[in-house]
Protein backbone atom coordinates (compact mmCIF):
# COMPACT_ATOMS: atom_id res chain seq x y z
CA UNK A 1 0.00 0.00 0.00
CA UNK A 2 1.24 3.49 -0.14
CA UNK A 3 3.27 5.45 2.90
CA UNK A 4 3.43 8.80 4.36
CA UNK A 5 6.23 9.83 2.82
CA UNK A 6 8.85 12.66 4.29
CA UNK A 7 12.59 13.44 3.16
CA UNK A 8 15.06 11.74 5.55
CA UNK A 9 17.24 14.43 6.15
CA UNK A 10 17.18 18.49 6.66
CA UNK A 11 20.04 20.98 8.00
CA UNK A 12 19.71 24.01 8.60
CA UNK A 13 21.75 26.90 10.21
CA UNK A 14 20.65 28.42 13.65
CA UNK A 15 17.86 31.54 13.27
CA UNK A 16 17.18 30.38 9.56
CA UNK A 17 13.13 28.66 9.27
CA UNK A 18 13.55 24.92 8.33
CA UNK A 19 10.36 23.37 5.94
CA UNK A 20 9.97 19.90 6.48
CA UNK A 21 7.38 18.21 3.86
CA UNK A 22 5.11 15.40 3.69
CA UNK A 23 2.90 13.64 1.57
CA UNK A 24 0.03 11.19 3.15
CA UNK A 25 -1.45 8.71 1.65
CA UNK A 26 -5.51 9.11 2.73
CA UNK A 27 -7.95 11.88 1.25
CA UNK A 28 -10.32 11.31 4.02
CA UNK A 29 -7.82 12.02 6.87
CA UNK A 30 -10.15 14.62 9.21
CA UNK A 31 -7.27 15.47 11.15
CA UNK A 32 -2.81 15.64 10.04
CA UNK A 33 -0.58 15.68 12.82
CA UNK A 34 3.60 16.15 13.77
CA UNK A 35 5.22 14.72 16.36
CA UNK A 36 8.90 15.36 17.46
CA UNK A 37 11.19 12.71 18.76
CA UNK A 38 14.60 13.57 20.87
CA UNK A 39 16.65 11.19 21.27
CA UNK A 40 16.12 8.08 23.88
CA UNK A 41 12.33 9.91 24.08
CA UNK A 42 9.23 9.33 23.19
CA UNK A 43 6.99 10.99 20.55
CA UNK A 44 5.68 14.28 21.40
CA UNK A 45 2.77 16.03 19.62
CA UNK A 46 4.02 19.04 17.99
CA UNK A 47 0.71 20.80 16.52
CA UNK A 48 -2.35 19.68 13.96
CA UNK A 49 -4.56 20.56 11.64
CA UNK A 50 -8.35 19.72 10.90
CA UNK A 51 -8.72 18.77 7.74
CA UNK A 52 -10.87 21.64 6.32
CA UNK A 53 -8.17 24.48 7.31
CA UNK A 54 -5.41 25.11 4.88
CA UNK A 55 -3.18 26.71 7.35
CA UNK A 56 -2.07 27.04 11.08
CA UNK A 57 0.16 28.81 12.93
CA UNK A 58 0.97 28.00 16.44
CA UNK A 59 4.17 30.68 17.56
CA UNK A 60 7.30 29.47 15.42
CA UNK A 61 5.10 26.92 13.85
CA UNK A 62 3.46 27.12 10.76
CA UNK A 63 1.16 24.12 9.20
CA UNK A 64 0.11 24.00 5.55
CA UNK A 65 -2.40 21.68 4.29
CA UNK A 66 -2.80 20.98 0.45
CA UNK A 67 -5.22 18.54 0.70
CA UNK A 68 -5.50 18.68 -3.49
CA UNK A 69 -2.09 16.79 -3.33
CA UNK A 70 -2.27 15.67 -0.19
CA UNK A 71 0.66 17.47 1.07
CA UNK A 72 1.34 18.52 4.45
CA UNK A 73 4.37 20.80 5.54
CA UNK A 74 5.79 22.17 8.69
CA UNK A 75 7.56 25.61 9.02
CA UNK A 76 9.50 26.33 11.95
CA UNK A 77 10.45 29.89 12.13
CA UNK A 78 14.17 31.45 13.85
CA UNK A 79 14.87 27.42 14.32
CA UNK A 80 17.04 26.89 17.26
CA UNK A 81 19.84 23.96 18.27
CA UNK A 82 17.15 22.80 20.86
CA UNK A 83 14.60 22.32 17.31
CA UNK A 84 17.17 19.40 16.21
CA UNK A 85 15.40 16.26 16.48
CA UNK A 86 12.96 13.87 14.32
CA UNK A 87 9.90 15.44 12.92
CA UNK A 88 7.07 12.77 11.80
CA UNK A 89 3.90 13.21 10.00
CA UNK A 90 0.69 11.11 11.15
CA UNK A 91 -2.55 10.69 9.79
CA UNK A 92 -6.20 9.24 10.90
CA UNK A 93 -7.11 8.04 13.75
CA UNK A 94 -4.64 4.95 13.87
CA UNK A 95 -1.97 7.32 13.12
CA UNK A 96 0.06 6.36 10.09
CA UNK A 97 3.28 7.89 10.28
CA UNK A 98 5.84 9.20 7.93
CA UNK A 99 9.46 7.56 8.29
CA UNK A 100 10.32 10.61 9.86
CA UNK A 101 12.65 14.38 8.74
CA UNK A 102 15.85 14.27 10.88
CA UNK A 103 16.18 17.99 11.11
CA UNK A 104 19.98 19.40 12.54
CA UNK A 105 20.33 22.89 13.44
CA UNK A 106 23.66 24.48 13.19
CA UNK A 107 25.19 26.65 14.95
CA UNK B 1 0.27 13.87 36.29
CA UNK B 2 2.97 11.58 35.42
CA UNK B 3 2.56 10.99 31.69
CA UNK B 4 2.82 7.51 30.52
CA UNK B 5 5.01 5.38 32.03
CA UNK B 6 6.24 2.07 30.54
CA UNK B 7 8.01 -0.85 32.13
CA UNK B 8 10.87 -2.10 31.42
CA UNK B 9 12.90 0.60 29.42
CA UNK B 10 14.96 -1.95 27.66
CA UNK B 11 14.71 -6.19 27.73
CA UNK B 12 17.01 -8.66 26.11
CA UNK B 13 15.63 -12.24 25.75
CA UNK B 14 16.40 -15.53 23.66
CA UNK B 15 14.80 -16.59 21.01
CA UNK B 16 12.30 -18.37 21.13
CA UNK B 17 11.28 -16.97 24.81
CA UNK B 18 8.06 -14.91 25.95
CA UNK B 19 8.32 -11.06 27.48
CA UNK B 20 5.35 -9.10 28.45
CA UNK B 21 5.53 -5.00 28.59
CA UNK B 22 3.66 -3.08 30.58
CA UNK B 23 1.62 0.49 30.28
CA UNK B 24 0.12 2.80 32.29
CA UNK B 25 -1.59 5.47 30.83
CA UNK B 26 -2.66 9.08 31.90
CA UNK B 27 -5.27 8.43 34.68
CA UNK B 28 -8.08 9.86 32.66
CA UNK B 29 -7.30 8.81 29.29
CA UNK B 30 -9.66 6.37 28.12
CA UNK B 31 -7.42 5.55 24.99
CA UNK B 32 -4.51 3.35 24.83
CA UNK B 33 -2.51 2.69 21.92
CA UNK B 34 0.76 0.49 20.93
CA UNK B 35 2.83 0.86 18.54
CA UNK B 36 6.16 -0.67 17.14
CA UNK B 37 8.92 1.36 15.99
CA UNK B 38 12.70 0.21 14.26
CA UNK B 39 15.36 2.30 13.49
CA UNK B 40 14.58 4.59 10.70
CA UNK B 41 11.32 3.95 10.40
CA UNK B 42 8.39 5.62 12.27
CA UNK B 43 6.03 4.05 14.65
CA UNK B 44 3.73 1.62 12.86
CA UNK B 45 0.52 0.53 14.72
CA UNK B 46 -0.29 -2.15 16.28
CA UNK B 47 -3.50 -2.26 18.35
CA UNK B 48 -5.70 0.36 20.26
CA UNK B 49 -8.07 -0.10 23.39
CA UNK B 50 -11.09 2.21 24.06
CA UNK B 51 -11.17 1.58 27.86
CA UNK B 52 -11.29 -2.51 28.50
CA UNK B 53 -12.32 -3.35 24.61
CA UNK B 54 -9.74 -3.97 22.48
CA UNK B 55 -10.96 -2.23 19.25
CA UNK B 56 -8.47 -2.71 15.97
CA UNK B 57 -5.43 -5.01 15.78
CA UNK B 58 -2.74 -4.35 12.64
CA UNK B 59 -2.27 -7.16 10.01
CA UNK B 60 1.02 -6.74 11.92
CA UNK B 61 0.06 -8.05 14.82
CA UNK B 62 0.52 -11.82 14.51
CA UNK B 63 -0.94 -14.66 16.95
CA UNK B 64 2.32 -14.69 18.83
CA UNK B 65 1.19 -11.32 19.82
CA UNK B 66 -1.28 -10.34 22.42
CA UNK B 67 -2.38 -7.15 24.07
CA UNK B 68 -4.62 -6.75 27.15
CA UNK B 69 -6.22 -4.08 29.18
CA UNK B 70 -8.47 -5.35 31.66
CA UNK B 71 -9.65 -2.80 34.09
CA UNK B 72 -9.56 -0.14 31.21
CA UNK B 73 -6.61 1.54 33.02
CA UNK B 74 -2.84 -0.33 32.36
CA UNK B 75 -2.37 -2.27 29.53
CA UNK B 76 -0.27 -5.33 28.68
CA UNK B 77 1.94 -6.39 25.22
CA UNK B 78 2.72 -10.34 25.21
CA UNK B 79 5.16 -11.29 22.68
CA UNK B 80 5.12 -15.48 22.73
CA UNK B 81 7.87 -17.39 21.30
CA UNK B 82 9.79 -14.09 20.92
CA UNK B 83 11.88 -13.99 17.03
CA UNK B 84 14.81 -11.89 16.27
CA UNK B 85 12.67 -9.90 13.72
CA UNK B 86 10.75 -8.70 17.19
CA UNK B 87 13.79 -6.95 17.98
CA UNK B 88 12.21 -3.29 17.91
CA UNK B 89 11.16 -0.45 20.25
CA UNK B 90 7.16 -0.86 21.65
CA UNK B 91 5.61 2.76 22.06
CA UNK B 92 2.42 2.70 24.09
CA UNK B 93 0.25 6.07 24.17
CA UNK B 94 -2.83 7.35 25.44
CA UNK B 95 -5.50 10.33 24.37
CA UNK B 96 -8.42 11.12 26.22
CA UNK B 97 -11.81 11.14 24.26
CA UNK B 98 -11.76 14.59 22.26
CA UNK B 99 -13.24 16.25 20.17
CA UNK B 100 -11.06 17.60 17.93
CA UNK B 101 -8.78 14.90 17.18
CA UNK B 102 -6.64 11.95 18.61
CA UNK B 103 -4.32 14.11 20.77
CA UNK B 104 -1.93 11.20 21.38
CA UNK B 105 0.89 11.46 24.75
CA UNK B 106 3.68 8.78 24.22
CA UNK B 107 5.21 6.93 27.03
CA UNK B 108 9.70 6.69 26.39
CA UNK B 109 8.77 2.82 24.96
CA UNK B 110 10.30 -0.56 25.76
CA UNK B 111 13.11 -1.32 23.50
CA UNK B 112 13.40 -5.06 22.99
CA UNK B 113 16.28 -6.81 21.87
CA UNK B 114 16.19 -10.55 20.68
CA UNK B 115 19.46 -12.65 20.78
Known amino acids: GEDVEQSLFLSVREGDSSVINCTYT??????LYWYKQEPGAGLQLLTY?????DMKQDQRLTVLLNKKDKHLSLRIADTQTGDSAIYFC???????FGAGTRLTVKP | DTGVSQDPRHKITKRGQNVTFRCDPISEHNRLYWYRQTLGQGPEFLTY????????KSRLLSDRFSAERPKGSFSTLEIQRTEQGDSAMYLC?????????????FGSGTQLSVL
Open chain 1, 49 to 53: IFSNM
Open chain 2, 49 to 56: FQNEAQLE
Open chain 1, 90 to 96: AENWDMR
Open chain 1, 26 to 31: DSSSTY
Open chain 2, 93 to 105: ASSPTALDGEKLF
